[in-house]
């Protein structure tokens, strides 16, 4: 029965932690149950329905895929328009999706999506406000700050979006110290870096196979480790980022 089976949903759901296997059945028996169970009313059927897309939306982002997410997100919209009355995640989703494109360098999309969120929630709504700063942030080089956003999310969901933008910023200020220094400091490199401590630092320069020299990373003829594709507009980002790392302080 689709009652049971939305019902059994929303409780596998809500256990922590989560059991993604058990997500995962609950989502194929909640489908396979609204696709042939006719015994709910209108009204139950796009609730359970809304649950269905907003939970396998987040639970997309949870297990990396995020080729569904995208494509699920447009149904949970869809969704909200038919049942205005159910729309208490709508900020939220709407978030995830900005943060999407922007992790991916949409940023049409995002602009395009932005225009549709009225003013008053850019500015008050921490959903909302999180991924316009982020932007702000990358359009002005102030890639420390992107960084922090990761200590400070109004959503656990946001973190997998902010740490695809940190990695790649991290990789393109790598990139550019290693053609610009033939040394760096180890501390100065953990500054342009915003490495929060040694261990992180040194867990990326070996990442990165970078040689040290006492207190000093040497760059003579670094091996420039193979990166992911870039997903943000990383051109930008390799030509500001030494000004920036050298004016930190500044910035911050």
């Avoid at 209108?42 to 990396?64: H, N, R």
């Avoid at 989703?93 to 602009?111: D, K, P, Q, S, T």
Wanted: charged share 25%.
């Amino acid at each position: 029965m689709a009652a049971a089976a939305h019902k059994n949903l929303l409780a596998v759901w809500a256990k922590q932690p989560r059991d993604i296997n058990g997500i995962k059945a609950a989502l194929d028996n909640l489908s396979k149950a609204l696709a042939t169970d006719t015994s709910l009313n209108d009204e139950q059927a796009l609730l359970a329905d809304k649950d269905l897309v907003e939970i396998t939306a987040l639970f997309s982002i949870i297990t990396g895929d995020m080729a569904t997410f995208h494509a699920t997100i447009q149904s949970v919209f869809k969704i909200y328009e038919m049942a205005p009355k159910h729309t208490e995640n709508k900020y939220l989703m709407i978030g995830l999706n900005l943060m999407f494109y922007l992790a991916h360098n949409r940023l049409a999309e995002f602009h395009m999506l932005l225009e549709q969120v009225p003013h008053s929630e850019q500015t008050s709504n921490a959903y909302i406000v999180t991924p316009v700063r982020i932007e702000q942030s990358i359009m002005e080089g102030a890639y420390n700050k992107v960084i922090l956003t990761e200590k400070n999310i109004p959503s656990p969901f946001y973190e997998p979006f902010i740490k695809t933008m940190v990695d790649t910023i991290r990789g393109e200020i790598a990139s550019s110290i290693e053609k610009s220094f033939k040394f760096l400091n180890i501390k100065d490199a953990a500054v342009m870096l915003l490495c929060d401590n040694e261990k992180q630092l040194a867990e990326f320069a070996k990442m990165r196979n970078w040689k040290q020299d006492g207190k000093s990373f040497v760059f003579d003829n670094v091996e420039v480790a193979q990166d992911k594709p870039p997903t943000l507009d990383t051109k930008r980002i390799a030509t500001q980022t030494i000004f920036y790392a050298k004016q930190l302080e500044q910035i911050v």
